[in-house]
């Protein structure tokens, strides 16, 4: 038995792509998190703060904050999907919970 996310044939990626994704993934997290510390911290008291002095709409600190309400085990299993698959997953509403999200995200294989 595996803990790795099974792909069909025609989702497979070269793996310079991959790289690309995991880089992008890892860069987003980290912009997340670190907007997270700044509302946490109240060195910015709202998302649309955020937005102001990055120049960009409210909308788009909501998309990359998102993340961060995710389970850690289920952030790994996303770094490995491709672009598409990751894009949709994204998009879709999640639960709160950790383990709901793992059950919903990351069945076991």
Known sequence: MTDELRLPP???VLGEVWSD???WLDRAL?????WQRLLD?????SVAEIAEAEGIDVTQVRRVLRPTLLAPEVLERLAGLPDAVLE????RPW???WSDQVRL???PT
């Open 10 to 12: 025609h989702l497979k």
């Open 21 to 23: 994704l995991a880089h």
């Open 30 to 34: 980290g912009l997340a998190h670190h």
């Open 41 to 45: 911290e109240q060195r910015m008291v």
């Open 88 to 91: 949709k997953v994204m998009r």
């Open 95 to 97: 639960p709160y919970g």
């Open 105 to 107: 995200f990351a069945p």
